[in-house]
């Protein structure tokens, strides 16, 4: 059992008092390795998944550009028109140039990495 110092003299934890303890230290525990889990998470969105040579990141920013492209694309298309070549940043600083030739094999690739990240049923 763990004493605590009351006026100066060591004293036995009670029962209530040490099964306090315990849990903030197994809470502690909880909240240490989910901040841990957390930022590894974000590591890797932000490192990304190589595609045509470069690590494209996956963040909500990069998904909000790419939601952009694909939806330039689809319209591009349904025009009978080609997509001009956009140069795309991606959050972690990588460019990749994104051509209405490439889009499907990078959307492809780029997708279920961001998907990922996300929680299914």
């Known amino acids: 059992m763990r004493t605590k110092l009351v006026n100066g003299v ?14 903030e230290e197994a809470q502690a525990a909880i909240d240490s390795a989910l901040s841990a889990a957390v930022a590894a998470v974000e590591a890797s969105k932000r490192t990304g998944v190589e595609i045509l040579g470069v690590l494209c990141s996956a963040t909500k920013e ?10 330039g694309v689809t ?8 997509f001009p070549d956009t140069v795309f940043q991606f959050s972690n600083g990588n460019v990749l140039t994104i051509t209405d030739a490439n889009f499907n094999s990078i959307y492809a690739a780029w997708v279920p990495f961001r998907q990922s990240f996300f929680a299914t049923s």
């Open 62 to 71: 990069d998904q909000n550009g790419l939601t952009a492209i694909a939806m």
């Open 10 to 23: 060591a004293v036995q934890f009670s029962a209530e008092e040490e099964a306090a303890r315990s849990a």
């Open 75 to 82: 319209l591009a298309r349904m025009s009978s028109t080609t």
